[in-house]
């Protein structure tokens, strides 16, 4: 049975297509990139180099910076095809992998005191990938990206991560405020405002869709010739 690739395999995959890496170059592109979208530990990409080049989707060659080898890794047409194949596939669905948010519903059995420091620590590490995509933004500024080529693309990819952040870091810091009023975390007292802030979120209700009135239907008339 052919081994089976893993969207680790093609976030590999896809950042030798770009440009060819060295294992501890493709390590530190993902510190920088994926490890925001896709976050695997660094010891599984240099297995996961090692799996795509036995399998003939990497090429790796052998060289020389003064007295120390290196190997730098290319992409074959094997390699650009499986990436091609698996972009026709349907994507997986939208996922989050938000510890924080777990812990938010948890919070009654621990203290105030807990989630106030986890929510704390997700607006400091807001803060701190805002601050990465500031360097980002300035890179592509500055024409020196070693993906300025891509600018195009990985201009929509930056919009999504900043537009994300800024949505985390909005919503850190309104429930940071709003738990900070509480006395405790009983619901007494909190649910009836609770309930409140519910209406006020920007999303329809199937109650309320139907009752929105349809707009009639505008009569096309043939065109005179």
Do not use: C
Not at 84 to 111: C, K, N, Q, Y
């Amino acid at each position: 049975m052919a081994p089976q690739l893993t969207t680790t395999s093609y976030a590999v995959l896809a950042q030798v297509a770009v440009h060819p890496w060295s294992t501890y170059e493709l390590a530190q592109q993902r510190v920088r990139y994926f490890r925001y979208v896709w976050p695997r530990a660094e010891s599984a990409i240099y297995r996961e180099v090692k799996r795509l080049s036995s399998m003939g989707l990497l090429d790796g060659n052998k060289e020389w910076v003064g007295k120390r080898a290196r190997t730098v890794y290319s992409i074959t047409d094997k390699g650009r095809e499986a990436l091609r194949e698996w972009l026709a596939t349907p994507v997986s669905p939208f996922a989050m992998d938000f510890e924080a948010l777990i812990r938010l519903f948890v919070a009654p059995l621990g203290t105030k005191e807990q989630i106030v420091t986890t929510l704390t620590q997700v607006r400091d590490d807001v803060r701190e990938m805002l601050r990465f995509g500031g360097e980002v933004k300035q890179e592509f500024l500055d024409g020196i990206s070693v993906t300025q080529d891509q600018v195009y693309i990985r201009a929509l990819a930056v919009d999504f991560f900043i537009s994300l952040l800024n949505t985390v870091g909005a919503w850190a810091e309104r429930t940071l405020a709003e738990i900070e009023s509480w006395d405790d975390l009983s619901p007494d007292g909190k649910n009836e405002r609770a309930l409140e802030k519910i209406r006020e979120l920007p999303v329809l209700t199937p109650e309320s869709v139907e009752r929105t009135p349809v707009p009639p239907r505008t009569q096309l008339h043939p065109r005179r010739r």
